[in-house]
């Protein structure tokens, strides 16, 4: 596609479901990155994967949350047992190469948990 | 380091305007940052960036300044415009390949 694409767009939750959200990145593009934005918030980093090499996992907050990237394209996060503060924008991004050749964003999916 | 930090979260200038948006980082040994811009609703799009073997880089409208002594990094709009109303974040590379956000400053054009 033209961009990055995440879906859903908006999601919302009952505490303690499984969500999967979805990133399509730029094809083509090796490197895929997710980050969190709480409101008002700045970017928190979560996973990066890159090529077939292992994925930089040092951002995810629990191990509620995983991430898996499939034929090197299409990445899915996946948060187990949901809790309200997981409540936030999940940003998906991809790259060329890696970071330093511009990262595109999505959309975003917005999770509310209630 | 860890943070990537701006020193004033909300910014006002009137439309036709010079404005300046600043950003410390902390970790000396970074080599890549980026400025990014946020509308309501959207994904962070890509604005200009700068590697530490320069001091200064200029787009269209926009211009970033890194000053490595003192770890400081702005970025300096000329002319402002309606459609600059937004979220700035800047990121610096940390590691290998992870990119650090800061909070963001809140950059509003007053007609």
């Known amino acids: 596609g033209a961009g990055v694409s995440q879906s859903p767009s908006n999601k919302v939750t009952e505490k303690g479901k499984d969500v999967e959200l979805r990133c399509d990145p730029i094809?083509?593009?090796?490197?895929l990155y997710w980050y969190r934005q709480s409101l008002g918030q700045g970017l928190e980093f979560l996973i990066y994967?890159?090529?077939?090499?292992?994925?930089?996992k040092s951002g995810l907050p629990s191990d509620r949350f995983s991430a898996e990237r499939t034929g090197g394209s299409v990445s899915t996060l996946t948060i187990q047992r949901t809790q309200q503060e997981d409540s936030a924008v999940y940003l998906c991004?991809?790259?060329?190469?890696?970071?330093?050749?511009?990262?595109?964003f999505g959309q975003g999916t917005r999770l509310t948990v209630v | 380091g860890e943070s990537v930090g701006l020193h004033l979260p909300t910014l006002s200038v009137q439309e036709g305007d010079n404005s300046i948006i600043n950003c410390a980082y902390s970790?000396?040994?970074?080599?890549?940052f980026i400025w990014y811009k946020q509308e309501s609703g959207k994904g962070p799009q890509f604005i200009i960036d700068i590697r530490s073997n320069m001091d200064k880089r200029q787009g269209q409208r926009v211009t970033v300044l890194l000053n490595k002594t003192v770890k400081h990094l702005s970025l300096q709009i000329a002319a402002t415009q309606p459609g600059d109303s937004a979220v700035y974040f800047c990121?610096?590379?940390?590691?290998?390949?992870?990119?650090?956000f800061g909070q963001g400053t809140r950059l509003t054009i007053n007609p």
């Open positions: 994967f890159q090529g077939n090499s292992a994925p930089d």
């Open positions: 970790n000396s040994a970074s080599d890549y």
């Open positions: 990121a610096e590379k940390k590691g290998a390949q992870k990119l650090v």
């Open positions: 094809s083509g593009h090796t490197a």
């Open positions: 991004a991809s790259s060329l190469w890696g970071i330093d050749t511009e990262a595109f």
